[in-house]
Nanobody
Framework: VQLQASGGGLVQAGGSLRLSCAAS????????MYWFRQGPGKERERVAT????????YYTNSVKGRFTISRDNVKSTVYLQMNSLKPEDTAVYYC?????????????WGQGTQVTVSS
């Protein structure tokens, strides 16, 4: 199984980025997909989750109304649209996959993509 995250970069506060995570080696439509992040000196945090059919989503409070998770089961890809970015969103963002939609320790992990938000 491979989860390849991309789309990170450097952006000014208030800007936007869209992260993508392309999955292979698994039946993508049967897995919930996650985005986690770990900022400098911080613990890893679950940012967003989307269920197999995209019928259910979860967002941590700090990103509600600014981030949107979505998926394309044909392309086996999950996205994280991040708007109104803040310096505190600076982190390495990881995508992950699990059969469960409510785990803090998904079984499969990608390699991470760096997001840096300057003030």
């Amino acid at each position: 199984v491979q989860l390849q995250a991309s789309g990170g970069g450097l952006v000014q506060a208030g800007g936007s980025l869209r992260l993508s995570c392309a999955a292979s080696g698994l039946v993508f439509s049967r897995y919930a997909m996650y985005w986690f992040r770990q900022g400098p000196g911080k613990e890893r945090e679950r940012v967003a989750t989307i269920s197999w059919t995209a019928g259910n989503t979860y967002y941590t409070n700090s990103v509600k109304g600014r981030f949107t998770i979505s998926r394309d089961n044909v392309k086996s890809t999950v996205y994280l649209q991040m708007n109104s970015l803040k310096p505190e969103d600076t982190a390495v963002y990881y995508c992950a996959a699990d059969i469960s939609t409510v785990t803090e320790r998904p079984y499969y992990w990608g390699q991470g993509t760096q997001v840096t938000v300057s003030s």
